[in-house]
């Protein structure tokens, strides 16, 4: 069964990264699909961030490109999200999902950004 | 950015009642459409892909249809463990949400 679980530090400083790992079992992230990083901001409202692809490429969402970076570890089946110069904007919980239709999801993690 | 207009924003309904959420794009979106269901504290579960997909494991009662900029998301007999908030997500091109459908209890 394919899971997916986010990780990482709850709270980070303004103007600092925010850094989150998404650990993947039951499915090789080199076999086929995106790999996508989404947030869900307080209020309810969705955003998608952008993905790394089975094959490496990457694709992110126009607002966030000059701060996002999505990288991977194919030996320990996990991909990454760093997001740069982080504001108190940024406070989320911060999905990943597979991307067949998003068939997939990991159980979220809230990152607060925060002095 | 490809827009989804989601309604109602909020409904009250029945058990055993026939549920219908709609989802219209801002363009044709050649039925790359999920619908996925939230509740609180949880994360997203994803019910219906492509359109018309229905996820292992989710129900029969839930059904999707639609094509083009139009899309709907039908509970046929609504229970109970069906409260949450709906929402639709297109990846067309890259991916929107919809803002949401808070369905409760009557």
């Known amino acids: 069964d394919v899971q997916l679980q986010e990780s990482g530090p709850g709270l980070v400083k303004p103007s600092q990264s925010l850094s989150l790992t998404c650990t993947v079992t039951g499915y090789s992230i080199t076999s086929d699909y995106a790999w996508n990083w989404i947030r869900q901001f307080p209020g309810n409202k969705l955003e998608w961030m952008g993905y790394i692809s089975y094959s490496g490429s990457t694709s992110y969402n126009p607002s966030l490109k000059s701060r996002i970076s999505i990288t991977r570890d194919t030996s320990k089946n996990q991909f990454f999200l760093q997001l740069n110069s982080v504001t108190t904007e940024d406070t989320a919980t911060y999905y990943c999902?597979?991307?067949?239709?998003?068939?997939?999801w990991g159980q979220g993690t809230l990152v607060t950004v925060s002095a | 950015d490809i827009k989804m207009t989601q309604s109602p924003s909020s409904m009250y309904a029945s058990l055993g009642e026939r549920v219908t959420i709609t989802c219209k794009a801002s363009q044709d979106i050649n039925s790359y459409l999920s619908w996925f269901q939230q509740k609180p504290g949880k994360s997203p579960k994803t019910l219906i892909y492509r359109a018309n997909r229905l996820v292992d494991g989710v129900p029969s009662r839930f059904s999707g249809s639609g094509s083009g900029q139009d899309y709907s998301l039908t509970i046929s007999s609504l229970e109970y463990e069906d409260m949450g908030i709906y929402y639709c997500l297109q990846y067309d091109e890259f991916p929107t949400f919809g803002a949401g459908t808070k369905l409760e209890l009557k």
């Open positions: 999902a597979r991307g067949d239709g998003f068939a997939y």
